[in-house]
């Protein structure tokens, strides 16, 4: 078919590109991830984009698994193993690099810099998914005090969040959100 | 080079070893996979010692891209040199490929039902209200420290605009990376 090719080429720049710019990790990146996939490409809606998100968070894996699915949403099977492959790459080529060569590096100040001086960044961009991730699912207002409770569970408890995930998919089985 | 914090156990494991542990701390990784990976290297096989995860895994952490891929890759290499590293990789990666990739199937095909729709959208609030409870975990260091300090620290502030830049405002990442990161490590370096 014409274009998917166009797709996947746009998917593996894209994925490449974040991989090198995902400070903080995979979560850190969601950002980035949603204004590409819903805004700027049109690949699926929010709703859909949260969605994938919840998928991600339930299944098994690193959370960089997000991009397997964003790209199998955007085209296919193909695109799924793009996505993946180039979210990985880059980044994997760079730690084995630096793996050898940086821990002669350790006490030197500047990599002591370059290690705090990205700690307040990556709390940054979680906290943009965190508003990004709550306006897409929070559609009314029980799916709000579902993200509610959520927090202040994760936040206070040391609740296996396999459990609340169970609570809240029930309460969206029983019909409230 | 043997004074490296991640000194290779002796004799190393096996690739195929390599492999299984690495899938299995993968697909017991629920929601993250940290824990369980010190779980295994550390307590279970006693590849690292808690003090070398804890060097490998913050090294990881400051390279770009998903941490514990990076992790995989580093501690792989490190253990049995490239064949380490791809087969540390592809036992973290590929069983949640596969499994990934049916629940995208599945998603794509049964996505629409209301009853499923019902219990994503639930799961979505909660996958949201978990973000919001790491992010408040990381963040309470910073704006502690700042308050007991009673100096106004730099740090809280580039993470509360780093948080309008993308959050917000919704500007590119590799544009807002480009300005903060530069101005946060200088002031780190600045700092004492």
């Known amino acids: ?177 | 080079m043997s004074e490296t914090p991640i000194a290779a156990p002796d004799p190393p494991p096996g690739l195929s070893e390599l492999f299984l542990a690495f899938a299995s701390m993968s697909l017991a990784g629920f929601g993250g996979v940290l824990p369980w990976a010190r779980r295994a290297v550390v307590e279970q096989r006693k590849w690292l010692t808690a003090e070398q995860f804890n060097e490998a895994f913050s090294f990881s952490q400051l390279l770009p891209g998903p941490n514990i891929v990076n992790f995989s890759v580093i501690f792989g290499s490190r253990l049995r040199g490239p064949a380490g590293a791809a087969v540390a990789l592809a036992g973290l990666l590929g069983p949640p490929l596969v499994i990934v990739t049916i629940f995208a199937m599945l998603y794509t095909r049964y996505g629409d039902i209301p009853w499923l729709q019902g219990v994503l959208s639930g799961l979505a609030a909660a996958a949201a209200g978990l973000i919001i409870a790491t992010t408040a975990k990381m963040a309470k260091p910073l704006f502690e420290k700042a308050l007991a300090t009673r100096s106004l620290d730099a740090a809280p502030l580039v993470a509360l605009a780093v948080f309008f830049a993308i959050g917000i405002l919704r500007w590119p990442l590799p544009y807002v990376l480009a300005v903060a990161a530069p101005v946060s490590i200088a002031l780190a370096w600045f700092r004492r």
């Not at chain 1, 593996?12 to 204004?35: C, K």
């Not at chain 1, 799924?80 to 760079?94: K, N």
């Not at chain 1, 927090?151 to 609570?167: D, E, I, K, S, V």
């Open chain 1, 1 to 177: 078919m014409k274009g998917d090719g166009d797709i996947l080429l746009t998917l593996a720049g894209h994925f490449a590109l974040l991989s090198l710019f995902a400070i903080g990790g995979a979560n850190a990146a969601v950002p980035e991830m949603h204004r590409v996939a819903v805004e700027l490409r049109h690949w699926m809606t929010d709703r859909q984009f949260a969605d994938l998100f919840a998928i991600a968070q339930v299944s098994p894996g690193p959370n960089v698994i997000i991009v397997t699915l964003i790209g199998y949403q955007a085209a296919g099977l193909a695109g799924a193993l793009v996505a993946t492959l180039a979210m990985c790459g880059p980044t994997c080529v760079f730690a084995f690099y630096m793996g050898r060569t940086w821990e002669r590096f350790r006490e030197a100040r500047w990599r002591n810099a370059i290690q705090s001086g990205l700690v307040p960044i990556s709390i940054g961009l979680i906290a943009a998914s965190a508003l990004i991730l709550a306006l897409a699912a929070d559609r009314n207002w029980v799916a709000g005090a579902v993200t509610f409770a959520t927090a202040a569970f994760g936040y206070w408890t040391r609740l296996n969040p396999l459990w609340m995930f169970t609570a809240a998919g029930l309460i969206g089985l029983a019909g409230y959100i």
